[in-house]
């Protein structure tokens, strides 16, 4: 999207064209000959449907400095804060694509130096009353958080795997008796004898 953006002959079926050269052979890419101005991309949840018209204008960032001081002068603090201060850019500003590319990158950065922990919550039927349970609803759920694609993928044999020294270090408090730190393996096969494995 950001090359038909920057790009002064870009054109939003032009960047269809390309997207369905470079995907036509993709199991997730979809493109049917009756769809002029669209494509499709086979998410985990479903099938989703993409329209291209006003794909490059949206991936342009229009918002002229301007605005957002204007809107950073407000004397409301909601409006002041709504937008960025501008930035001092060389050359062509980023398109909408590569600013999200690049928020996401970062995103990633964070959440990898960390060791993020999630629950999931499945809601057992949509009555909300006691010992009430809908299959369907509920799969649904599983299907669209991803919990069903994580079992199918571990069931293929891709389970997750840490290193023997961090699973020693995180629960070497669960070993019976005192144990060698310097030994990882050992460490691993007296939590899992303490555990009953």
């Given at each position: 999207?950001?090359?038909?953006?920057?790009?002064?002959?870009?054109?939003?079926?032009?960047?269809?064209?390309?997207?369905?050269?470079?995907?036509?052979?993709?199991?997730?890419?979809?493109?049917?000959?009756?769809?002029?101005?669209?494509?499709?991309?086979?998410?985990?949840?479903?099938?989703?449907?993409?329209?291209?018209?006003?794909?490059?204008?949206?991936?342009?960032?229009?918002?002229?400095?301007?605005?957002?001081?204007?809107?950073?002068?407000?004397?409301?603090?909601?409006?002041?804060?709504?937008?960025?201060?501008?930035?001092?850019?060389?050359?062509?500003?980023?398109?909408?694509?590569?600013?999200?590319?690049?928020?996401?990158?970062?995103?990633?950065?964070?959440?990898?130096?960390?060791?993020?922990?999630?629950?999931?919550?499945?809601?057992?039927?949509?009555?909300?009353?006691?010992?009430?349970?809908?299959?369907?609803?509920?799969?649904g759920q599983m299907v669209s958080s991803g919990i069903i694609?994580?079992?199918?993928?571990?069931?293929?044999?891709?389970?997750?795997?840490?290193?023997?020294?961090?699973?020693?270090?995180?629960?070497?408090?669960?070993?019976?008796?005192?144990?060698?730190?310097?030994?990882?393996?050992?460490?691993?096969?007296?939590?899992?004898?303490?555990?009953?494995?």
């Amino acid at each position: 999207v950001s090359t038909q953006s920057t790009w002064g002959k870009g054109s939003d079926l032009g960047f269809l064209e390309k997207i369905s050269s470079q995907h036509k052979d993709h199991p997730s890419f979809e493109k049917k000959t009756l769809w002029k101005s669209s494509f499709a991309i086979k998410h985990y949840a479903g099938v989703v449907k993409y329209e291209v018209e006003n794909f490059l204008t949206k991936n342009k960032d229009m918002l002229k400095d301007q605005f957002k001081i204007l809107f950073r002068s407000s004397k409301c603090p909601l409006t002041a804060c709504l937008l960025p201060e501008p930035v001092d850019r060389k050359g062509k500003p980023p398109t909408v694509s590569a600013i999200f590319v690049a928020q996401i990158g970062a995103l990633m950065d964070l959440i990898n130096s960390t060791n993020p922990h999630w629950i999931r919550c499945i809601k057992p039927h949509p009555a909300k009353k006691p010992k009430m349970f809908h299959g369907f609803s509920s799969m649904g759920q599983m299907v669209s958080s991803g919990i069903i694609e994580t079992v199918r993928i571990r069931m293929m044999g891709f389970p997750v795997r840490p290193k023997h020294s961090a699973f020693s270090e995180r629960f070497c408090i669960l070993a019976k008796g005192a144990v060698d730190m310097q030994n990882p393996e050992a460490v691993c096969r007296s939590i899992l004898e303490a555990c009953g494995y």
